[in-house]
């Protein structure tokens, strides 16, 4: 069975500071894809990024970025400089492959709650 | 993304009433995935369909509830006989072929329902 921990449930930061999300998984498959989704108080859902299990690389967006650690099964998402209007419920969550193909049933982390004060 | 359009955005029923919660795809995208989001709780996977057929229900509440996704038109979300342990939001997602690399699932904005 799948599963996605995101141990931190809500976290509050001062503008400008740096600040790490952590997503630990479990799966039986080689073959996954992992997710970061952006909640805003608004509620729709911000896709932000997919990876694949075979691509280890981190990558960089703009303020954002994401360690992806197969070793510690964990996919981490880091927020630099911080603003206020980063704030919003951010979700992890993990798409297996089975056969090979995957069909987009996602399974979700709990949720982390970012506040951004000014 | 603005292109999964979902309806009504909110819903109030009162207990014992039908609610239908409607998903227009993307465009061009023929797979179908319903979410549920309880209050304070990540989304949890409920069915997932494709153009007339259910491919996959194991999140589905065995009893009341009921999907369809059918050749024109809207997928629909049904929940008979709403209790107020229904009250959520519910999540549409679309995909233009399975899922996986190069391709994700685009999130419509959410029907949130609320029974009274």
């Known amino acids: 069975a799948q599963k996605v921990t995101q141990a931190q449930t809500e976290i509050s930061v001062v503008e400008k500071e740096d600040v790490t999300l952590d997503c630990v998984y479990e799966?039986?498959?080689?073959?996954?894809?992992l997710f970061w989704y952006k909640q805003p108080p608004s509620g729709e859902l911000v896709f932000l990024i997919r990876?694949?299990?075979?691509?280890?690389q981190n990558e960089i967006s703009g303020r954002y970025s994401w360690n992806f650690q197969k070793s510690t099964s964990s996919f981490n998402f880091t927020i630099t400089a911080s603003q206020v209007v980063d704030s919003a419920v951010y979700f992890c969550a993990l798409s297996e492959a089975s056969g090979g193909t995957s069909y987009g049933k996602l399974t979700f982390g709990q949720g982390t709650i970012l506040t951004v004060h000014p | 993304n603005a292109g999964v359009m979902q309806n009504p955005r909110h819903l109030v029923r009162r207990r014992g009433q039908e609610a239908r919660l409607r998903c227009s795809p993307m465009k061009g995208h023929s797979h179908v995935y319903w979410y549920r989001q309880l209050p304070e709780e990540g989304l949890k996977f409920m069915v997932y369909l494709q153009k007339e057929n259910i491919i996959d229900e194991s999140g589905m509440p065995k009893e009341r509830f009921s999907a369809e996704f059918p050749k024109e038109g809207p997928s629909i979300l049904r929940i008979q006989q709403v209790v107020r342990g229904d009250s959520a939001a519910y999540f549409c997602?679309?995909?233009?072929?399975?899922?996986?690399?190069?391709?994700?699932?685009?999130f419509g904005q959410g029907t949130r329902l609320t029974v009274v």
């Open positions: 990876r694949n299990s075979f691509d280890e």
């Open positions: 799966t039986r498959d080689t073959t996954y894809y």
């Open positions: 997602a679309s995909s233009p072929r399975l899922t996986g690399a190069n391709t994700e699932a685009f």
